[in-house]
Each structure stands twice: as C-alpha cells, then as structure tokens.
Nanobody
Framework: QVQLVESGGGLVETGGSLRLSCAAS????????MGWFRQAPGKEREFVAH????????HYADSVKGRFTISRDNAKNTVYLQMNTLKPEDTAVYYC???????????????WGQGTQVTVSS
C-alpha cells in the first residue's frame, strides 16, 4: 500500500516555473514506477511523464518534452516534476501515481494522489 501526497502547485505567469513534489508513504516506494498525469477542466486525465523505480529511465509526453523534468529521490520517498517555460495550456490538476510498470496508461497505476492545481496565466 502506498499513499501519495502532491504539493507545489499554484498560480504562475506564462514562461514561469514550478516544481511539484509527491511524497509517498511506505517502505516499498523505491520498488514502484512513478508517473505524473494532469487533468484540465472538461478533459480526460492525460499522461505527462513517468520514471522507472531506479530513476534511470524517463519518458515524457510530446507536449512537455524539453520543458518538464521528472526525477525521484528514493531516500526521501519523493518524486518531483520540474516544470519550466509554462504555458496556459499546462493549466490542470496534476496527479502523481505509483505502479509496477512504467506506462502512459492511467489504468496501469494502482495508487494515486489527490492532485495539486497548477494555473498558468496568460
């Protein structure tokens, strides 16, 4: 069982940066692949980035590639999402998720956080 709590969201201007954090409970955090997803109003939840249990492998959605960076610190049971050059279309609730494999599919992640709001003003 893993419990996830996101933080770091907020209001930022276009071109600004934010770093999201996702703190996990449980001693098995390091065995889980982690993902970040987002959901804008009226839209389906979409994949943003994922990272392997060791941190050696990452993958990004085309819409954020080159602007966002996912990382993890297994000693701190935390995964991060550094978001740079933010755009209004990045506005959404951002969720972290834990699963057994790295995948872009929401159904493959067993544990989810409650989400953190990111709003990018134009």
């Amino acid at each position: 069982q893993v419990q996830l709590v996101e933080s770091g969201g907020g209001l930022v201007e276009t071109g600004g940066s934010l770093r999201l954090s996702c703190a996990a409970s449980g001693r098995t955090f390091s065995s889980y692949a982690m993902g970040w997803f987002r959901q804008a109003p009226g839209k389906e939840r979409e994949f943003v980035a994922h990272i392997s249990w060791s941190g050696s492998s990452t993958h990004y959605a085309d819409s954020v590639k080159g602007r966002f960076t996912i990382s993890r610190d297994n000693a701190k049971n935390t995964v991060y999402l550094q978001m740079n050059t933010l755009k209004p279309e990045d506005t959404a609730v951002y969720y972290c998720a834990a699963g057994t494999v790295t995948t872009v599919y929401t159904r493959s992640y067993a544990y989810w956080g409650q989400g953190t709001q990111v709003t990018v003003s134009s």
